[in-house]
């Protein structure tokens, strides 16, 4: 059969078949396939119907697809093999092509953009890393790419540069090209140590900025627009698990919300790092949901829709087909901080503002780091823990002179003792 010649992962609905790089045949939620196709921005889908005769047509529009739009790629290919051919050693940006496609079928998705992103950007654009061979790369050269990275971008990016060619060099040494992998180890003579390193830090709203932000947001936003930028704030989903939101993953019983997908660019994908979680709503938020959805429902029925609702946040701009780009959120926050005339925050800092909400009302780090899904609570401490300077206050006078409640009483210390007898 067609399809057996094409990585395939299990997705949420059915199997996801891999053709090309930004080209899949999926199997989507009503039962159907559909070709999903993705280049140089452009998104494009077709239906194909149910069925093995529409998944063997679809397996073929989509290789017909792929064949106009990858032509670049298979001429790198086969630049590649030629050669190879030729000299045994390919050079690097034809085979790091290669290791585009081999490898799209494990990574997440913004996975792969990120790392499409760096290499563009950042590395083929370098005179060496776009014309030498493989084994004509030096150590030094990549050292020198590095240090440059370091400085116009953030430590983020220089790692994140790092590991593309890391692996690039991994995979090359696997295919029997290499001997040494030159780049391991640099990142340490480049980058200080982490402790040392001037990350941007988190910006949050104070108590009293979020409420002036929120209040501004219920006069100048839609509902759609108001509960986006609430949920954030309530509690501190991040940006693209909001805007995947479904109503059939909300308890309004127990007051929770799985969250268990995430959204970008037109497409769905699990949260970060892969990582499930049960968030607790505030009692006041899930009243809002409840409003909101009667909202959606009467909207749709006066337009002859369907009155059931899956996805919470569908753009109009869209034609309710997609929810609201991330691009459209972030503008949404920049002008909601003008109107206040707040500092400009971005769409991440409203989750910050949460955390550090409820960690200076005292709430258990522990508590905090299971709302917002932190794979350790390391991060949640370092991330927010100066923001709590009042943490453990109550106190701390008693403690460190001796003031110990028991269940007798309390016990005053004899230096406590001593000072009230000569007053």
Not at 186 to 200: C, N, V, Y
């Amino acid at each position: 059969m067609p399809w057996r010649k094409y990585n395939k992962k299990d997705g949420k609905f059915g199997p996801i078949y891999f053709i090309s790089r930004g080209i899949q045949v999926r199997y989507d939620s009503r039962g159907l396939w559909v070709v999903f196709m993705e280049k140089n921005g452009i998104r494009k889908n077709k239906t194909f119907g149910q069925g093995r005769d529409a998944l063997v047509k679809a397996i073929k529009g989509a290789e017909k697809l792929s064949s106009k739009m990858t032509a670049l790629p298979v001429q790198q290919e086969a630049e590649a093999a030629k050669q190879k051919a030729e000299s045994g050693i390919p050079k690097f940006k034809p085979y790091s092509i290669i290791w585009l496609e081999n490898n799209e079928g494990r990574w997440h998705v913004n996975t792969l953009q990120r790392y499409e992103e760096i290499l563009r950007l950042h590395i083929w654009t370098d005179n060496v890393f776009a014309a030498k061979r493989l084994d004509e790369i030096e150590r030094s050269d990549i050292k020198r790419l590095l240090q440059r990275l370091f400085k116009i971008r953030s430590s983020a990016t220089v790692e994140t540069a790092h590991s593309v060619i890391h692996g690039i060099f991994d995979e090359a040494i696997d295919d029997k090209l290499l001997n040494a992998n030159l780049s391991k180890g640099l990142l340490k003579k480049i980058l200080p140590a982490k402790r040392q390193r001037d990350e941007k830090e988190a910006d949050p709203l104070s108590l009293e900025e979020r409420d002036l932000f929120l209040d501004y947001a219920e006069q100048h936003c839609t509902l759609s627009e108001q509960l986006i930028l609430k949920v954030m704030s309530y509690a501190g989903f991040r940006l693209g698990e909001v805007l995947a939101m479904r109503i059939r993953h909300i308890d309004f019983n127990n007051m929770t919300y799985h969250v268990c997908e995430s959204f970008k660019k037109n497409k769905f994908s699990k949260p970060k790092g892969a990582k499930k979680r049960l968030v607790d709503i505030p009692k006041f938020l899930m009243e809002v949901f409840k409003s909101y959805i009667l909202h959606i429902r009467k909207e749709n029925m006066q337009k002859g829709k369907c009155g059931e609702v899956d996805l919470l946040f569908l753009d109009p701009k869209e034609n309710l087909k997609w929810p609201f780009s991330q691009r459209r959120i972030q503008d949404l926050v920049k002008k909601v901080c003008k109107g206040t005339g707040l500092r400009f925050r971005n769409p991440h800092d409203l989750r910050h503002t949460y955390a550090t909400i409820l960690l200076m009302a005292h709430q258990s780090p522990a508590y905090v780091q299971k709302q917002m899904g932190h794979s350790s609570i390391s991060i949640t401490v370092d991330t927010y823990g100066h923001w709590v300077s009042g943490e453990g206050r109550s106190g701390l006078e008693d403690a460190l002179l001796g003031s110990v409640r028991n269940p007798g009483g309390n016990r005053i210390s004899s230096h406590m003792k001593q000072n009230d007898l000569s007053k």
